[in-house]
């Protein structure tokens, strides 16, 4: 089957209401267990989703480490539910010389999961978003970069009141664009989006051309954390220092890597609600910035690097064909504090990928793992 007319197909399918299967790897609650095996397993997993998705078509989006939000029908519309509450997460506790402990954190999230589920619709779909809120606090949500009536803005004081704890608000809107936008709380932002409080919504072209398909699809989204010793809470009030460095709710080596065959075009979409700015570096390859989180860039507006700046609120996606060399290239941030763990160098023994010894570190650092087959 012609690829292009396949991948068509799936986005066919896509917009008309097929509930996209979660990613392997589950939400981001606590792992005790060797991170390597849960590494080395989702990456597996991941991999079988993609190649049974490539024989459909085109792949769907894979927040690594993420599940994918499904819906319901209620007849064209697309029905969500996102529960705003607690969620304990786990990171490493530089404490422990053999690199097992995990410190509980006492994080804010969705649905059971820093970051939330990613929300992933074609361009022209009709959203019902129903928001509940779990928390002590008010929230609302936001989705960033998307053009909603004023009333579906999710500003608290502004666009509506806030949701108190216990109550819900249901948000619809038709999304005529595309891109990578997200969501995330729009009432005491400072607090709730520095609990953690966000994640992807991202929207495929209706009609896309050719060269905006690609074989793999990721996104990382990028947090930093104040943790102060022996409190679980995260510190929302500091507004320079940070101690850990995450990529999809987890710092290294508990971010779960990529993969690709060698001569597949990858795409990888990051976001970044930090508080700081982070050069997003790609070991081996030379990648095209596609997107600064507002749609495709036009073909001549497209950069090519292999190092890029993203500061807060913003979206770059990066695409590149896997290759010619097989191998794990790393994919980081290249401010080198952003890649320890509670101001620790890594390794930690028993963590890394493909028989080495261990990750040479920690906070946002990542791979993908090219391989010949
Ligand atoms: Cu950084």
């Not at 290249?334 to 080495?356: A, E, L, Q, V």
């Amino acid at each position: 089957m012609d690829p292009t007319l396949a991948r068509r197909g799936f986005l066919s399918r896509l917009s008309a209401g097929l509930a996209i299967p979660a990613l392997a790897g589950g939400s981001s609650c606590g792992r005790s267990t060797v991170f390597a095996k849960t590494s080395a397993r989702a990456t597996e997993q991941e991999r079988d989703k993609q190649e049974q998705s490539q024989l459909a078509g085109p792949v769907s989006v894979v927040t690594p480490g993420i599940e994918t939000l499904p819906f319901e029908l209620d007849g064209a519309i697309k029905v969500f539910r996102l529960r705003a509450e607690p969620v304990t997460i786990r990171f490493q506790d530089m404490s422990d010389s053999t690199g097992a402990r995990r410190r509980p954190i006492e994080a804010w999230g969705y649905n059971g999961s820093v970051i939330g589920p990613t929300i992933e619709i074609t361009e022209g779909d009709r959203v019902r978003i129903h928001v509940e809120n779990g928390l002590p606090d008010p929230t609302t949500v936001h989705w960033h970069g998307l053009h909603v009536p004023i009333g579906m803005d999710g500003v608290a004081g502004i666009s509506q009141e806030p949701i108190p704890p216990g109550e819900s608000f249901t948000y619809e809107f038709t999304v005529n664009q595309h891109g990578t936008y997200f969501y995330h709380p729009h009432f005491m932002g400072a607090k709730q989006v520095g609990m953690g409080m966000a994640g992807f919504f991202i929207v495929h072209p209706r009609n896309p051309t050719p060269d905006q398909l690609v074989d793999r699809d990721y996104a990382y989204f990028l947090q930093v954390w104040m943790i102060h010793p022996g409190s679980p809470q995260p510190d929302t009030l500091e507004m320079n220092n940070f101690n850990y460095f995450s990529m999809n709710g987890k710092p290294a080596p508990s971010i779960v890597p990529m993969s690709a065959k060698i001569g597949e075009k990858v795409r990888i979409r990051v976001a970044n609600l930090s508080m700081l700015t982070h050069p997003i570096h790609l070991h081996g390859h030379t990648y095209r910035v596609t997107e600064y989180g507002a749609g495709f860039l036009p073909p001549a507006q497209q950069i090519i690097a292999n190092t890029i700046n993203i500061s807060s609120a913003e979206v770059r996606t990066l695409e590149f064909v896997a290759g010619p060399n097989p191998g794990q290239w790393v994919f980081h941030c290249h401010f080198m504090h952003h890649t320890m763990n509670d101001m620790h160098r890594t390794p930690i023994p028993g963590s890394g990928g493909g028989g080495h010894s261990g990750h040479d570190a920690g906070g946002m650092h990542t791979w993908i793992d090219v391989t010949e087959t």
